[in-house]
Structures are given as C-alpha cells and as structure tokens.
C-alpha cells in the first residue's frame, strides 16, 4: 500500500484529533501505510520514534479530547534546507510520500515548499549515497493535502476552519457564567477573545450572548467611539438593564491603527460612567476542551476528504487544501488560498479594511 503519514503543527485547535482519526482510518480503509508524525516538522525533521506506523485502534477513545495526542510543534530546522533535506530522508527511508498537513497558513507554507523541493531533494539524498537510485525512483513524486486547524476562522477558501465552533462555545460558557454575577453586582464586563487578524469570534460570540458593544480588527470606529460607547451603556442601564457586556477581539484597533485593549475600555467606562467594571481575559481557555459536535464531524469529513485526495492524485496533481464551502468538503489549490489569507492580512496592515473583509468573502 501507499505510504501516508498525517500531522499537526502550529497552533493546536479542537478537533484536530477528529481529524487524525479519520486520516488514519480511511487511509487504513482504503489499503494505506499509515504512521503519525508526532510534534510536527520536528518530529518530520528528527525522524525515529517520532514516526511511527498507526492502527486502526490507536485512533480510538480520541474523538472527544481536545489539543492534538500527536503533539504540535514550532520548528525552526524545517524552515531551513537542510532541516527540509533530513525530513525527506525520513519520509523517503519508509516510503512515505503522501502527507496529510494539519495546521495554518505558516505549515500549509512549508509544505507546499517541501513539495516543490522534493525532487532536487532526493537528489542530494541519492548523490550523498543516502538513499538507493532504486528509493530515488520509486517515491519521486510527493503529495500534500492540508486541512485548517484553528480557533481563529481566519483562513481563506473554508466556511469555518477545525475548532472555531468549540472556542465559540467555550466563549458562550463563559459569557453566561459572567452575566449571571454582572446582574447580581450590576457590573460591567469586559470580555477579551481571541482573534489577532479576524474579529469572527468576538463578532459571533457578541450576536450570541446580547452584548452591548464588540471591538474587532476589521472595523475600527471612528475616534469618538469613546462617546458612543457610554451613550449606548448609559441607555441600557436606563431601560432597565442591571449589567453590560462589551467584547474585544484581542487585535482590536482604532481608525488610526492604536489597539483598543480592555484596559482602555475600562478605563473609558469608568471615568465617564462610574461603573464598577471588570475585565475578564479569556486566553488558553477558547483553545481547549472538549470539541464540539460540529468541530468533530467537521475534522472526520475533511480528513477523509484529504484522504481522497491523495489516492486520486496524478504526479501533476497540486497540493490542495481541503475546506468547506456551503456545508461541501471541497478540494481548493493550496497556495492560492494561502496567499489570499496573506494578503488579508497585509490589507489589515495597510489600514484597508473593505479590501481585507472583501478578500476574506464567506468566512
Ligand atoms: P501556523 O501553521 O499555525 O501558521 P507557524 O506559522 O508557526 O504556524 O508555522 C508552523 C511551522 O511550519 C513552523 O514552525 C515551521 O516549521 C513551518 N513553516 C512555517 N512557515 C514556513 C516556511 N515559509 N517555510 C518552511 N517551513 C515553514
């Protein structure tokens, strides 16, 4: 059978174990060698017990946990040739040549350049006697299929990437637990989420839980955001309402570029309003957890689908990315997807806020 391996790399998000489970298992289904590559490029990079053959049973009892069980790395090696050229030989000595790439834009990156490097890099192996003209023959072509791993949405080309659904609802929880002391204490909250480049958490979480006032990257208010929000949390206490609720995404900005941290809010709150007024930052929690019933499902149709992929690829075919569009699994040219993500985030930089939402499109 064909030798596949999967990893996980960069960032980790629920789901990713969905994901992995499902890689191996339809690989193994469809009459693959399936092995793990555990902590990333590194585990790609140092090679022996870090790639190790799966069954079908050592993807069982995954599903619900979040993280990756495979481990997830930074590695600085592979972003270097020669850290590139050890992997190919550790791919190539256990006729690895399909690989299914978990991770964001950073690891689609990498993998795309290995692909593009692997002949000139079995090469080098073959000239320095490392590998067998026989080896250099046989596993010359090299595939990649990569799928999104991350809480943020901030890919282009899916719906939704693998664990934004369960940081949504690890936000929610703990919107709800926060309400429920704001109204006993007539407090203000404020919430900070995450979402560096992408406002998306901090948008639907907002929608979702009645807040008063979000802040996101996207759409800077205009510099008397200051009045605007006091007017708007004057008013709800005047109605009637004994608390308020305001979301930062944490790359919020003003219209000149200056960030809107939580810290500024309050103090805005305070010494306009007087409110008793709290920050809450959320962090490492939105990353964990449990996945939810959405971010499992969505991590098992996609890693089948990467599967797929693979076994129907000709030696032209070119690394896809696989994502969801209207509820479809679809496969979409890696790099092309990967640019567009790049050059939303050089949008974003450029203070051109229309163009970042409109290269972004669905998601
Ligand atoms: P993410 O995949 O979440 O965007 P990173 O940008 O940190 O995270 O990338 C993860 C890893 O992918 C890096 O540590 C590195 O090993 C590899 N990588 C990222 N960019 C490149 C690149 N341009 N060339 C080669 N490898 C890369």
């Known amino acids: 059978g064909k030798g596949l391996a999967v990893f996980t790399s960069g960032g980790d ?7 992995v489970r499902s890689v191996v298992r ?6 693959c060698k399936v092995y793990f590559i555990r902590e990333g490029y590194q585990g790609m990079v140092d090679g022996g017990d870090n790639i190790e053959e799966a069954n079908w049973s050592s993807v069982s009892s995954i599903i619900h946990k979040g993280g990756t069980i495979i481990g997830s790395a930074r590695c600085m090696e592979f972003i270097k040739r020669e850290g590139r050229l050890k992997a190919a030989y550790n791919l190539v000595t256990r006729g690895i040549t399909n690989l299914v790439v978990i991770g964001g834009d950073g690891s689609l990156t990498g993998a795309n350049l ?8 079995l090469d080098e192996l073959l000239a320095n006697n490392k590998i067998t003209k026989d080896q250099r023959e046989k596993y010359k072509y090299l595939h990649i299929a990569g799928m999104v791993g991350s809480i943020d949405n901030d890919f282009c080309g899916t719906d939704m990437t693998i664990g934004t659904d369960s940081a949504l609802h690890r936000i929610i929880e703990a919107i709800d637990a926060i309400v429920s002391t704001a109204y006993s204490h007539q407090r203000t909250f404020i919430m900070e989420v995450m979402g560096r480049h992408c406002g998306y958490l901090a948008v639907v979480t907002s929608l979702a839980s009645e807040a008063d006032f979000v802040f996101i990257p996207e759409a800077p ?3 008397d ?3 605007k929000l006091c007017d708007k ?3 709800e206490r005047k109605s009637g309402q004994r608390l308020n609720i305001i979301i930062v995404a944490e790359g919020a900005i003003d219209r000149e570029g200056k960030p809107i941290t939580a810290e500024l809010v309050k103090n805005v709150v305070v010494e306009n309003l007087q409110q008793d007024t709290r920050i809450t930052v959320l962090g490492h929690v939105q990353r964990g957890g449990s996945p939810s019933a959405f971010d499992r499902i969505l991590g098992c149709r996609m890693g089948a689908e990467a599967v797929m992929a693979l076994m129907e690829a000709t030696p032209d075919t070119e690394p896809c990315v696989v994502s969801l569009d209207g509820n479809q699994a679809v496969r979409l040219p890696l790099m092309e997807c990967v640019r567009r993500t790049k050059a939303v985030a050089q949008a974003m930089a450029d203070k051109n806020w229309d163009l970042a939402v409109q290269l972004r499109g669905r998601s």
């Open 13 to 19: 998000s629920q789901g990713m174990n969905a994901a």
């Open 26 to 31: 339809m690989g193994i289904y469809l009459g």
């Open 114 to 121: 290995f692909r593009e490097e692997w002949s000139s890099l």
């Open 221 to 223: 208010p205009s510099v």
């Open 225 to 227: 955001w200051r009045d």
């Open 233 to 235: 949390l004057e008013q």
